[in-house]
């Protein structure tokens, strides 16, 4: 069982920079695909970027790529997503997902192992 928790979520302005944490516990998740997903009010739970168990490989949704990027630090049992250039539309829940299968980087929600509980993102002005 792998516990995840999200963190550094916040109001931005538009243009501003945000950096997301995902916490896990209970376990390693070195052997895990991680990935982060997103859901605006109203909006389905959307995938917005994955990285490979060894921090290789990355996938983004096309709405975020250039602009976002995944990481990880498996020595720390944690992963990251640097948001930069923020939009008005990136404003949702972030949450993060750890998927067993190690090779994977564009994660459907049906690969998903374990969801945190997700981190607020507001970008406004």
């Known amino acids: 069982q792998v516990q995840l928790e999200e963190s550094g979520g916040e109001w931005v302005h538009p243009g501003g920079t945000l950096r997301l944490s995902c916490a896990a516990s209970?376990?390693?998740?070195?052997?895990?695909?991680m990935g982060w997903f997103r859901q605006a009010p109203g909006k389905e739970r959307v995938f917005v970027a994955g990285?490979?168990?060894?921090?290789?490989?990355?996938s983004y949704a096309d709405s975020v790529k250039g602009r976002f990027t995944a990481s990880r630090d498996n020595t720390k049992n944690t992963v990251y997503l640097q948001m930069n250039s923020l939009k008005p539309e990136d404003s949702a829940i972030y949450y993060c997902?750890?998927?067993?299968?190690?090779?994977?980087?564009?994660?459907?929600?049906?690969?998903?192992?374990?969801w945190g509980k997700g981190t607020l993102v507001t970008v406004s002005s």
């Open positions: 997902a750890s998927a067993m299968n190690p090779f994977i980087v564009t994660i459907e929600a049906g690969d998903v192992d374990w």
């Open positions: 209970g376990r390693r998740i070195s052997g895990n695909a």
């Open positions: 990285i490979n168990a060894r921090g290789q490989e990355t």
